[in-house]
């Protein structure tokens, strides 16, 4: 017996590709016997009789048969016999062609919700189990609510790139954004006012509540604009201990403040992917990742801490307000928001803005045109307090990547369990997505997936779980060629977190790149404030680019398959087990410094080398995801990779010392220099590998409290 071909046909109703394979499907040759799950192709009197290589005791026969896993149908057929069918080549080209016709890839749009229905009346023709558990949920109407409102503004924003909906105004006409008249089209008395009421406007309560909180330690005035009530998190958020220490040494929490707020550490992650259609060279077993996302914070508590830090050090909140635009001129920023009770606007003027709005942000689309991001992780999960059986999942270990089946309806599928407080897990599934206007990715597809097809992944009746909130987001990422590929600033204005596209190429955590990146975005944001650096040329030094971050973009575009394309179902589990399986025979030290992207230049060099000798199609695969068009640009990514860590070599031993000797003297005189040097100083110290057990440490620690504001 030997299997001949293997399809994913993108279509959850099995029924309907088995009835279509029974009774309009015509092989053209041999003949045709029904089965339960599809059909027997036997060789016909005629030809056997002519024959005479067909073998008697092993007759030649096409098995052709359907199932059903994650919401998708898959069909194989398989040869009894050592001869090939006569005709099988044929046969085979004319069912993948007639099979692709018939079923081909649907990218479903969601419906348009009338005012006078609830949400779950107009969502529940089109996703009855969506609406089915958001119902068990509590406010499971007003999230599911926000759940469709995220899905129909990025669709927004994909399908607009070069013409996005302009939110920001500028009196002067720099870098394409577009501008009006400052007195007769946009008449704002405020803008004429010398004293603004704020040094920093942030736009979004997740993430930037944590750099808000610690800007507003260092002695400046700050005001938090969140569109939700704040404290409420579409997501939960894990790290490891090690980077979450650098919210201590910035000053932000005590010790025992963070442990108040850490619902659960486990020993170990595990990570790995279904091999069962992958050739045994291509199966790898389980990597072990025991610091790795391997702390489950309580979000809701963790944002009321940040919150609470904010308000202590003079800063206010505005919850349950929505941004509406921002006019910018030479003085100061002039914010327009709307109280979404009330339905009142105001206006707030600042020194700068902060968009930490994330993938849904209008300041994000309309600073980078066609380009915002290049991908992103649709992401769907929920917070389950009980109801599994015992045994089905031990609260000490968690899943960081895990996939149960092959590629579905055009994506891979991979799962994250981390275990919460007391009972608690809190799951998700996402996929790895090119940004298509076509098929933009969506959240509420992904959920009808997610509560179909979560009994396959940990056994368990849905209908006895235990619901406490749902989890989802759209998680972005840019592929950089350099660091300035991306714009995340103009004058008096700047972007972190998601709308700067901060993410790790493989677990795409925007909060643990912000976090790692904390110190490096607050000490150079500081000295901006400080001197008053904050035009576009001096903000856009702030970002958090890293060149060994930059070239493993093609890895995560080795995951997705391209809108409106068919792979072999196990192509991307045979990719990621090949390069998972290598990290599981190094040191644990190895994967754990690749996935919190402190990978170096030799290591990463003699794992791809590994990787190609493992799998030498794997180049192959690569190219035929990429193109030739982004394999130029990521040998651009790779010849950086290579300059940055030349220079790095050079200057990391003397240079960040030399700074902290010759700051107190320069930065006084040349303040914008200062900046500049430290953003070097950053860019060839971030990101660098680390030995086993070694905690993070602040070396610029004497940087930032020289740096510390004293007055304004």
Known sequence: MKEILYLEVPIPDISAVRIWLQADFEPGNGQKILTPDGFRLRVSTEATTADAAISENLPTELSVFVWSVQRTTYLKVF???????????????????????????NYPEPPQIDSSQSIFEALAPYYPLTVKYFQKMPNGEYDLKRAYWWEQRWREGVRNPRQPRQVVFSGKGDWGLATGDWDKENPNPQSLIPNTQYDL????????????????????????????????????????????QSLVNLGLVTTAELETVIGREYKDGFNKFFDGNNPPKLRSPILHTPTVLNLALESDKWLQLCGQKLRAAGGEIWDETEFIRADINKSQVVVTVKHLKSGNEQQVTGRLLVDAMGTASPIAWQLNGGRAFDSVCPTVGAVIEGGFE??????????????????????????????????????????????????????????????????EYRRCDVDKLVWKKPTFGYIPGHFSV????????????????????????LVF??????????????????????????????????????????????????????????????????????FFGLLADEPPEVADNFIKDRCDWLTFNRLALKAARKNPALLLWIWQLAGFKDLLRWLGNYFNFGRHALVSALLSGWFPHFLIKIGPVLEPRYPALWLRLLAIRYAITTGKPRSPNQLTTVNSEAMIQESRVTSH
């Open 79 to 105: 040869r009894w016999g050592n001869q090939p069918f006569p005709g099988e080549g044929q046969i085979l080209q004319r069912l993948t062609k007639e099979i692709r016709k018939r079923f081909g890839h």
């Open 201 to 244: 406007i942030y736009i979004g309560g997740a993430l930037g509540a944590i750099h808000a909180a610690v800007m507003a330690k260092l002695g400046y005035k700050v005001l938090l604009v969140e569109r939700l009530p704040f404290g409420r998190m579409n997501r939960e958020w894990n790290i490891s201990r090690d980077e979450i």
């Open 390 to 455: 015992p045994g089905v999942w031990d609260s000490q270990y968690g899943d960081v990547l895990y996939s149960h089946g092959d590629i579905s309806r055009g994506r891979q599928l991979i799962w994250e369990l981390f275990p919460g407080v007391g009972e608690e897990l809190t799951i998700y599934l996402f996929h790895y997505h090119q940004v298509n206007a076509q098929n933009p990715g969506s959240l509420l597809e992904m959920y009808e997936d997610f509560f179909t097809i979560l009994p």
């Open 482 to 505: 350099s660091s300035s590929d991306r714009t995340v600033a103009f004058d008096r204005l700047i972007a972190i977190g998601d709308a700067a596209s901060l993410q790790s190429p």
């Open 509 to 578: 955590t925007g909060f643990g790149s912000l976090v790692r990146n904390l110190e490096r975005l607050t000490t150079l944001l500081n000295i901006a404030l400080k001197h008053d650096l904050l035009s576009f040329r001096n903000l856009n030094r702030i970002r958090a680019y890293q060149s060994n971050v930059a070239v493993t973009w093609l890895f995560s575009k080795g995951m997705m398959v391209p809108t409106g394309k068919f792979l072999p179902p196990q192509r991307i589990n045979s990719m990621l087990n090949t």
